[in-house]
């Protein structure tokens, strides 16, 4: 999934990468520049189509408070919408009463397998762990990870992991290594993972290889 909100980085990202979804929160909106947030976020769904995720969060802090703006996400943007819910007390209590009332719903700001635990007995389809903040906090994110797809595997849960917050792409593939299903990375760590310079000399060589062999820049 992309971790994005700008719309030329959105349109870039699924033109180029198996791109499943799109995860949002308020800081991704306020660096996109976004005004008007539920005409944005309108755009955005449109944009990626209904084949593709969209993860939407709350900015209250108490559970009513939650779970009104949920209701209006859903009413505005559409009922297939993914509401994103810290795993707070208050959250927990919101994730509870959405799922009761069959909404979509990923856990967010996972921080210790405490966190996502309860989570996945609430019975949310995607949960976040923070791979980056953790591994800042002297929490090892991937034990977390895979504590939490250990206890998803062994209770048949339909949860899934969307492991997110990375700061390179190691940390992504060891997330992966570690049992994500999925993870969603901004832009920036998303095309870093094609830009080795020694991948594009291996390409530059070949061109070179094939032209001064048959005089042509390109198959015939």
Do not use: C
């Amino acid at each position: 999934m992309l971790d994005d909100a700008r719309f030329d980085h959105i349109e870039r990202a699924l033109d180029t990468y198996p791109i499943v979804g799109v995860t949002t929160n308020p800081t991704i909106i306020k660096a996109a520049g976004l005004t008007s947030f539920y005409d944005d976020l309108q755009l955005i769904s449109k944009t990626i189509g209904s084949d593709r995720s969209l993860h939407v969060q709350v900015v209250a802090q108490d559970t009513a408070g939650m779970l009104r703006e949920a209701e209006r996400i859903l009413a505005v943007i559409g009922q297939e919408t993914y509401i994103k819910v810290p795993v707070t007390v208050a959250g927990l209590a919101a994730i509870g009463q959405l799922k009761r009332d069959g909404i979509n719903v990923t856990a967010t700001a996972i921080y210790t397998s405490m966190q996502g635990l309860l989570a996945i007995a609430a019975g949310v389809d995607f949960l976040a762990p923070y791979v980056n903040r953790m591994a800042n906090q002297d929490v090892d994110p991937f034990r977390v990870i895979a504590q939490l797809r250990t206890a998803i595997d062994r209770d048949a849960s339909s949860a899934q992991i969307v492991a997110a917050s990375f700061k390179n792409v190691r940390q992504v593939t060891d997330a992966v290594d570690a049992g994500a299903h999925a993870v969603t990375v901004t832009s920036d760590v998303l095309s870093s993972a094609l830009a080795m310079t020694e991948v594009q000399h291996a390409v530059e060589v070949f061109a070179h290889d094939w032209e001064t062999t048959f005089g042509t820049p390109s198959l015939p």
